[in-house]
């Protein structure tokens, strides 16, 4: 199969397993679900589908995993981007609380779901620890870990000295340790579904952009450079690389990009007390840096990066300093990878779904969370996709609104990166 484009230099290519072959679409096709965009959400969507014994066609512009999916930190982190009082102050006690419980548990769902299929992706279950840079960032890490305890939630508070037991640096105050977090390869992950919904009977062709979008007497039609699919219903997944197919929608969320940068596998020394547990932790602060070891016992530093593809660890040099900075032994170590790639942030930093019609689902607006919150969310969007408004969803349906002066938004995020790293280095 010829991409439209390769994959990013990421390291999980060293560890994946082959992707399986999706050819493009050559010619016409009918099918009841046509999903566009072949990351984590569309994979998974289709996946349910096919078990349930629908047919469906999955378009995607390059290969299976090819976006954020495929090339993000690999982190299986529970919840939403509010701590949940928020979320049920927002949404009410009937919705808010599902939204909770949903949210929080996604990656237990996501766990399961690897373990019934069998992906080999080096799925771990070392917790999620979000930790506190500063005594201002430790207050609001401590009320979300009250919140959570109170709700019943497998979530404890460590204090200073627990912490740096946990992480192996003294830099932070204190950290919330939820149990079900955990981490993995996302490219073996992606390609694992991609296998999967193949295996179900699901139709996959990379290399397949969408280029139009019709309705038609019985639904619709999408056109791709070398054939069309008819389809009764659609599922609009593409998240960060959303365009202009559907009138509006890239005007929705802002594309962002997330940087990642591996070291070698660490010697003894080097890893000696560096996140003992392999747990993923992110920093709580305006401008996020999250960070794991791998099954191979490599270390992976994300965070914001330039603003454009990149292929080595250069760009992002303040992220490897930073390493060195919270581990010191980790001085002279060498970089080997570094990449990045798109993710759609709202501008409310809630996750979108739109149903502008009974016959189109639409999902995007991961803001960072797209692993396990896909996946958990991708049954879902089958059953409504199957069922219909008798399905109900753990995430409100929203209507697509237009973020204002969307043209800027390149200049906007340099902005809002460079603000929000002074005031988290200001602790403010």
């Known amino acids: 199969m010829t991409l439209a484009r390769p994959l990013p230099p990421n390291v999980y290519q060293l560890d994946a397993t082959p ?79 599902r939204m909770v419980s949903f949210a929080w548990d996604t990656p237990t769902r996501t766990l399961e779901l690897i373990a019934r299929l069998g992906i080999a992706c080096d799925a771990h279950k070392g917790g999620t620890l979000r930790v506190a840079r500063s005594a201002k960032a430790r207050e609001a890490v401590e009320a979300t870990a009250r919140q959570c305890i109170a709700r019943g939630m497998p979530v404890s508070w460590l204090d200073g000295t627990q912490t740096q037991a946990a992480t192996g640096t003294p830099a932070y105050h204190g950290a919330m340790l939820d149990a079900r977090g955990g981490n993995l390869n996302p490219l073996a992950y992606s390609r694992g579904l991609a296998r999967a919904a193949l295996a179900a009977g699901a139709r996959v062709h990379g290399g397949t952009p969408a280029t139009a979008l019709h309705r ?33 929608l890239r005007q929705t969320i802002v594309p962002v990009f997330s940087a990642i940068a591996a070291t070698e596998p660490l010697s003894a020394a080097q890893r000696a007390g560096i996140t003992p547990d392999r747990p993923s ?28 593809p990149i292929a080595t660890p250069d760009p992002i040099a303040y992220l490897t300093d930073y390493a060195v900075a919270l581990w010191p032994q980790l001085q002279g170590v060498r970089w080997t990878h570094g990449w990045n790639s798109q993710l759609a942030m709202t501008k409310d930093h809630w996750p979108h779904v739109h149903e502008p019609s ?35 969803l753990d995430l409100p349906i929203m209507q697509p609104k237009p973020i ?11 902005a809002a990166v460079l603000h929000g790293r002074l005031m988290d280095r200001l602790g403010l």
Request: hydrophobic share 40%.
């Open 19 to 97: 992707a399986p072959d999706t050819p493009p679409l050559d010619g016409s096709r009918r099918t009841s679900v046509a999903i566009i965009g072949g990351g984590i959400v569309g994979l998974t969507t289709a996946l349910h589908l096919a078990e349930a014994g629908t047919d469906v066609v999955v378009l995607e512009a390059n290969e299976p995993g090819w976006g954020a999916s495929g090339n993000n930190g690999g982190q299986l982190n529970p919840g939403l981007k509010f701590e949940p009082d928020v979320i049920e102050e927002t949404w009410g006690p009937e919705l808010g609380r």
């Open 281 to 308: 932790v992110y920093e709580s602060g305006r401008i996020t840096v999250y960070y794991r070891i791998d099954a191979q016992g490599r270390l992976l530093m994300g965070g914001r990066g330039p603003m454009q």
């Open 358 to 392: 009974p016959d189109a689902l639409i999902y995007l607006g991961c803001n960072g969370r797209g692993v396990a919150l896909g996946t958990a969310l991708a049954r879902q969007l089958a059953g409504r996709l199957l069922q219909g408004a008798a399905f109900q």
């Open 216 to 248: 038609t007497a019985s639904g619709w039609s999408v056109e791709t450079p070398a054939g069309t699919v008819a389809a009764e219903k659609i599922l609009i997944a593409t998240n960060g690389f959303t365009g202009d197919l559907w009138k509006g």
């Open 404 to 414: 204002a002066f969307h043209a800027f938004w390149p200049l906007g995020v340099r």
